[in-house]
């Protein structure tokens, strides 16, 4: 299984932006397509943001198309997320994850992603 770890969280003004990263270790990292997720307090977890093995295909939720960008780069085992305009309903704990068996349907919907990192705090104040 693919070994995932988030950096980049923190505390942020409402319109500021933050950088996310995730760094993965243990298996052959062009294997996965990757993903963002997050969860607020007393909410689901939910999707963010997706991106190909190849990088050359990316999907969003509706609620930060226009504001995040998720890239990756194979040669160092990353993917970020970058993160501008933050509103304070962006608030949540935000995972990296990995899927060894992504279709376009299913970057699309976020769904069968089994590879999930601890997760990195983003707080943004009003």
């Known amino acids: 299984q693919l070994q995932l770890v988030e950096s980049g969280g923190g505390l942020v003004q409402a319109g500021g932006s933050l950088r996310l990263s995730c760094v993965a270790s243990?298996?052959?990292?062009?294997?996965?397509?990757m993903g963002w997720f997050r969860q607020a307090p007393e909410k689901e977890r939910e999707f963010v943001a997706t991106?190909?093995?190849?990088?050359?295909?990316?999907y969003y939720a509706d609620a930060v198309k226009g504001r995040f960008t998720i890239s990756r780069d194979n040669a160092k085992n990353t993917v970020d997320l970058q993160m501008t305009g933050l509103k304070p309903e962006d608030t949540a704990v935000y995972y990296c994850?990995?899927?060894?068996?992504?279709?376009?349907?299913?970057?699309?919907?976020?769904?069968?992603?089994?590879?999930w990192g601890q997760g990195t705090q983003v707080t943004v104040s009003s």
């Open positions: 243990g298996r052959t990292f062009t294997n996965y397509a």
């Open positions: 994850a990995a899927d060894p068996w992504a279709t376009s349907d299913t970057l699309k919907r976020g769904t069968g992603f089994n590879s």
């Open positions: 991106i190909s093995w190849r990088g050359d295909y990316t």
